[in-house]
């Protein structure tokens, strides 16, 4: 059918086949443009950050890249993170539990210009991570740490450059920073 209406020259076609050529062409235009997002992913940032200068910056409740050393504290955060939100939206016994986000704002890179060592990085990464754990496990709200990354910089870290929390909102817990 769409072959025969593209028999005459296009100067003869009426505007069923120009509606038609329109068509198709938005369509390819459309599919094209979902497989080169597809294949290209989130990055190395992850959905919820910006890279800005080599540093990935903003803030998320989710594992990101960061230096090595330090990749395996920010994964068990995300895991904790997970936990929590897990037992506000569907809870294994029990009513829902709330929980409140507290932002944890610091370079999770560092070079020979950074402001913070990785062991400073580290350890600081480690302290939050047992001080979350230790207050969720006591009645009460639960909290989730947000990891806000800054540039390990400081001047590409500062506040104008951070993007603003893309993390959405939910009916039960409350941002808290």
Request: with cysteine; charged share 20%; net charge negative.
């Amino acid at each position: 059918m769409l072959f025969r209406l593209f028999r005459r020259h296009p100067r003869e076609w009426g505007p069923l086949e120009w509606l038609a050529v329109v068509g198709v062409g938005a369509l390819v235009a459309a599919a094209i443009t979902v497989v080169v997002n597809v294949a290209q992913g989130p990055g190395r940032c992850g959905d919820d950050l910006r890279e800005i200068d080599g540093d990935c910056v903003g803030v998320t409740a989710e594992a990101f890249e960061a230096d090595p050393g330090i990749e395996s504290l920010i994964g068990a955060v995300a895991d904790e993170n997970a936990r929590v939100r897990q037992d506000w939206e569907d809870p294994p016994s029990g009513p829902k539990i709330p929980y409140v986000r507290i932002a944890l704002m610091m370079p999770f890179t560092a070079d020979d210009h950074s402001a913070m060592t990785v062991d400073m990085i580290r350890r600081g990464l480690a302290g939050a991570l047992a001080a979350q754990r230790q207050a969720n496990r006591f009645g009460g709200p639960q909290y989730q740490l947000l990891l806000a990354p800054t540039a390990a910089t400081s001047t590409a870290g500062s506040p104008s450059s951070i993007a603003s929390p893309s993390c959405p909102r939910t009916p039960g817990p409350r941002w808290w920073a």
